[in-house]
């Protein structure tokens, strides 16, 4: 009877593997990419995309080099999503490419207080509320260093602030 019962697990353990393999009901839809294929897989990106995202700001941030193969920029030119009337979303939709996972997952992406979440060419101030655009509008510029370190030192009394709330 026993070998009886640890047949039927083994079987009932086999099939449920082989099932899980096909999508999920249950997993969150992703937007299909309109570029071609990672060359390294979609599983790879999807298990190695943070370590390759900070590897990559390394290079840019502490190297100067500005021309990385895999840059957030480079992203959205293959994974922008679009509404149901084909227009793109940024990072303030649940239809966003980033946010269908990270949203699936409570994985809060800080990214777009500061990156844009579209590809360029895509007015992210339409969305009301949308402070993820870029740390200055594209209508504002700085004038010169003495705008840029009054920048800074507002964002660190901010962040000070809030520290010690």
């Known amino acids: 009877m026993i070998r009886l019962v640890l047949l039927i697990a083994l079987m009932f353990g086999a099939a449920t593997a082989l099932s899980a393999q096909e999508r999920s009901s249950l997993w969150p839809e992703i937007p299909a990419a309109t570029g071609a294929p990672h060359p390294e897989g979609n599983e790879y990106w999807r298990r190695n995309h943070m370590n390759l995202m900070r590897h990559d700001r390394d290079q840019t941030m502490r190297d100067g080099n500005r021309e990385v193969e895999a840059s957030l920029k480079g992203c959205f030119d293959c994974h922008a999503a ?16 980033c946010r269908s996972c990270h949203d699936f997952v409570a994985v809060k992406v800080d990214c777009f207080m500061c990156h844009r979440s579209t590809p360029e060419g895509v007015d992210e101030t339409a969305d009301e509320g949308a402070d993820h655009a870029a740390i200055l509008s594209p209508r504002q510029t700085l004038a010169d ?14 962040l000070v602030v809030e520290a010690g709330q």
């Open 82 to 97: 679009a509404d149901g009337e084909g227009t793109i979303v940024t990072y303030e939709s649940d239809k966003h490419f």
């Open 145 to 158: 260093i003495g705008d840029l370190v009054a920048y800074l030192k507002h964002s660190n009394r901010t």
